[in-house]
């Protein structure tokens, strides 16, 4: 028996943001969406055109207030093959969160406060 990733799933407020945000900050394009026919809930799964595995972003109808994440320990890890461009990307997007110079990564935010690792391709 062998298991392989197909994909992780975070919970959003707002689709069209998050969709937003993930395209423009990581470069993700939607491969398939999703609804329910009562309109409880809106599926997304975006992909990076590489890998074949996906991040599915949830949207609610009934959810009002924002998720409760915890101490935010749970994250999402991306590599880049550029880690300057990158860098002033997201600066410029206002979206760092944490910088670790010394282990040459840093992280990011979502809209809905979800960290991301960006760590080098090599």
């Not at 809930?41 to 975006?46: D, E, M, Q, W």
């Not at 109808?61 to 550029?82: Q, V």
């Not at 990011?108 to 760590?119: F, K, L, T, V």
Request: hydrophobic share 40%; glycine share 4%; net charge negative.
């Amino acid at each position: 028996m062998k298991f392989t990733f197909y994909h992780n799933n975070i919970n959003v407020l707002d689709l069209k943001k998050s969709i937003d945000f993930y395209q423009k900050a990581l470069g993700l394009t939607v491969t398939r969406e999703t609804a329910a026919e009562d309109g409880s809930f809106k599926l997304a799964f975006l992909g990076d055109e590489t890998t074949p595995h996906l991040l599915e972003l949830t949207w609610l109808r009934d959810m009002d207030r924002p998720y409760e994440l915890g101490d935010n320990e749970s994250h999402l890890a991306m590599r880049t093959d550029d880690m300057d461009a990158a860098l002033a990307l997201h600066k410029e997007m206002n979206c760092v969160c944490f910088e670790n110079p010394e282990m040459g990564i840093y992280f990011i935010n979502d809209p809905d406060g979800y960290w991301i690792e960006i760590c080098p391709a090599s």
